[in-house]
């Protein structure tokens, strides 16, 4: 892992695989860190040079600072990560509210773009007063005290019967996160949408592929979430995994691979 410094904050990193590779950057969901994407890596390194990043307030990146963290803040942070990697298009995938960076990037930077799969995310998440109330208690009661509340939501149940220490081991790296970052982000999916934004922006770039993937159990942002995503994407291709949640990367790495690989290729 390494660290850059992006407007004043430490980001930490990895670049991995071969500087002559396409690059894809990978963006993981709210509370968790960029640890969700290490059982993809084997599958693709040979192809590909990967770069993930950790949020911030998240995993080892600095906390924000004052102000409120917009998604053109994320996507900036997603642009400074591949231009310090060389890299002026890039494939990119992101989950959750790392598909809410992709949203963005569509929306204003589509022609740095090569391909955008986005998993498990939304136009619109939720609720603005959901997302308020989640912001408050994180304030009051601290993410090491939620964590217990939210990780079941991540996973479809048989995940956790297949591994009984996914739970644990997920609330203890989701405790150790910022509470007022968390909170942040957590009013910026309240308080921004992408709903007739997206379309137009591919119009005029039609060389972006995009495709959207997500769970079945998935209880965050269910399939209906992500069908009318696909429908703010021009009709972009949906595929509905099922019996899995909302972090593909983790539930099922190898299939999620594969139907990666098989779209970036």
């Known amino acids: 892992m390494a660290f850059l410094n992006i407007e004043g904050r430490s980001v930490a990193y990895r670049l991995l695989g071969a500087t002559a590779n396409p690059l894809v950057v990978l963006a993981h969901p709210l509370g968790m860190s960029q640890a969700v994407w290490d059982d993809l890596l084997p599958m693709l390194l040979p192809r590909y040079r990967v770069l993930t990043w950790d949020l911030p307030g998240h995993g080892a990146s600095q906390a924000w600072g004052e102000g409120a963290i917009t998604p053109t803040d994320l996507a900036a942070e997603a642009l400074a990560l591949a231009d310090h990697a060389g890299a002026e298009r890039f494939h990119f995938v992101g989950t959750s509210i790392g598909g809410v960076v992709g949203q963005q990037l569509i929306a204003e930077h589509a022609e740095r773009l090569a391909s955008a799969t986005l998993t498990n995310t939304g136009a619109v998440i939720g609720t603005a007063e959901l997302w308020s109330t989640r912001a408050a208690r994180v304030r009051e009661e601290g993410l090491a005290a939620m964590s217990g509340e939210i990780v079941p939501r991540w996973f ?35 308080g921004h949408a992408f709903t007739g934004r997206l379309g137009g922006a591919l119009s005029q770039h039609p060389g972006v592929k995009v495709q959207l993937l997500g769970g079945s159990e998935d209880l965050a942002t269910p399939p209906a979430t992500l069908e009318a995503l696909a429908s703010e994407l021009n009709g972009a291709p949906l595929a509905i995994l099922d019996g899995v949640g909302h972090v593909p990367s983790v539930e099922v790495p190898e299939r999620f691979a594969e139907m990666l690989l098989a779209s970036l290729d």
Do not use: S, V
């Not at 019967?161 to 644990?168: R, S, V």
């Open 156 to 190: 479809a149940p048989a995940c956790f019967e297949a591994n009984p220490a996914l739970k644990p081991g997920w609330m203890t790296q989701m405790g150790r996160g910022d509470d007022e970052a968390y909170a942040k982000l957590c009013e910026m999916l309240g």
